[in-house]
Each structure stands twice: as structure tokens, then as C-alpha cells.
């Protein structure tokens, strides 16, 4: 089993900064991909921000330049320093993360619980 634990969101006024933290625990062989979706209401899920492999990142255009992600490979974590808050970037936010259980299985892909982040005007 796996597990991964969200923490960090909040209410924060426009313009302010969050730091979101997502660990992941259980039976890991190894971490693939690692990254934030948002899903604010009455929207779909989106993808804000990604690590998909060594060296590399995904951004959102909406967050370009205002959020970044990264990782501890050292504690399984990974995080999402969000700045310059907009009352658009309110959402639940989900920190997604595939792991794979022996050195030949597959990597499976895994959701954490979701956390509020609510930006005030």
C-alpha cells in the first residue's frame, strides 16, 4: 500500500504565499513522476505544475513564473511553493505521484487526499 499525505494549504490574502507538501510512505521501490493538480468548483481537474524526470519540469501557463515545484528524494516529498496568490488560483489541490512496488513491476499512479487553498481578493 501506499500512501501519501497533503499539508500546507490554507486561506491567504492575494499576493501572499503557500507552501504545499505532499509525502508519500508504504511499500516503494521507487518514484517516477511526481506532481500538483487543482480543481477549483465547477471546473475539471488541472495540471499545475510536474516533475516528470530528473531535471524537469511542467508548469501550467497560469502559474509560470508564481509557483514552483520540487522534490526531496531523500524524504519522498514533494512540495509546491506557490507565490503571488490570485483569488483564481482557489482550488483543492492534489499532489499525484506514481511509484512502482519491486524494481520489475509497473508504476502505479496515486492520488493524495486533497488540500483547500482559498485566496482572498
Known amino acids: 500500500q501506499v500512501q501519501l499525505v497533503e499539508s500546507g494549504g490554507g486561506l491567504v490574502q492575494a499576493g501572499g504565499s503557500l507552501r504545499l507538501s505532499c509525502a508519500v510512505s508504504?511499500?516503494?521501490?521507487?518514484?517516477?513522476?511526481m506532481g500538483w493538480y487543482r480543481q477549483a468548483p465547477g471546473k475539471q481537474r488541472e495540471l499545475v505544475a510536474a516533475?516528470?524526470?530528473?531535471?524537469?519540469?511542467n508548469y501550467a501557463d497560469s502559474v509560470k513564473g508564481r509557483f514552483t515545484i520540487s522534490r526531496d528524494n531523500a524524504k519522498n516529498t514533494v512540495y509546491l511553493q506557490m507565490d503571488s496568490l490570485k483569488p483564481e488560483d482557489t482550488a483543492v489541490y492534489y499532489c499525484?505521484?506514481?511509484?512502482?512496488?519491486?524494481?520489475?513491476?509497473?508504476?502505479?499512479?496515486?492520488w493524495g487526499q486533497g488540500t483547500q487553498v482559498t485566496v482572498s481578493s
Open positions: 508504504g511499500s516503494i521501490f521507487s518514484i517516477g513522476a
Open positions: 516533475i516528470p524526470g530528473p531535471g524537469r519540469t
Open positions: 499525484n505521484v506514481e511509484t512502482k512496488t519491486t524494481w520489475n513491476s509497473r508504476y502505479i499512479n496515486f
